[in-house]
């Protein structure tokens, strides 16, 4: 599932193969999963953080996927850069990203974005109550 074969499906129909019900425009639409307050908390966090992933031309492939997965569940908390060399819009490819490796899309700044998600076995991180 490439980022180019996807960005094309979106171009030809106006919407996404990957799940047609989440809006890339409107990233509220995502799967809301934590508070607002969990969101700011989450944010303040990843704020110290550098990109530990880059996503370039090579695109969204199963190989960057898997080491996003990977980072999740290690450390929670991913922020990942995507390069300019990559054709797409950032929100698109976050969006893609995040519902493939089933996490929360915390925030997208520039070419950079944030995705959480818990790790049931081994928790990292304490969320503030909602």
């Known amino acids: 599932a490439g980022v180019s074969r996807y960005l094309d499906t979106v171009e030809a129909t106006g919407s996404s193969p990957v799940a047609p019900t989440i809006a890339i425009n409107n ?3 995502v799967k809301v999963m ?3 307050k969990q969101r ?3 944010r303040g966090l990843a ?3 550098e990109p530990l992933l880059h996503i370039g031309k090579g695109g969204l492939t199963e190989a960057v996927a898997t080491a996003v997965d990977e980072a999740l569940k290690a450390r ?3 922020k990942v850069r995507v ?3 990559l054709d797409g819009e950032v929100k698109m490819v976050a969006t893609e990203l995040a519902v493939e490796v089933n996490a929360e899309l915390i925030q997208v700044i520039g070419r950079n974005f944030v995705l959480y998600k818990t ?3 081994e928790p990292k991180i304490e969320l503030p109550a909602h």
Do not use: W
Request: no cysteine; glycine share 0%.
């Open 27 to 29: 990233l509220k639409e």
């Open 34 to 36: 934590i508070s607002s």
């Open 40 to 42: 700011a908390y989450l």
């Open 47 to 49: 704020n110290t953080h």
């Open 76 to 78: 929670e908390l991913v």
């Open 83 to 85: 390069l300019k060399n």
């Open 119 to 121: 790790n049931p076995d």
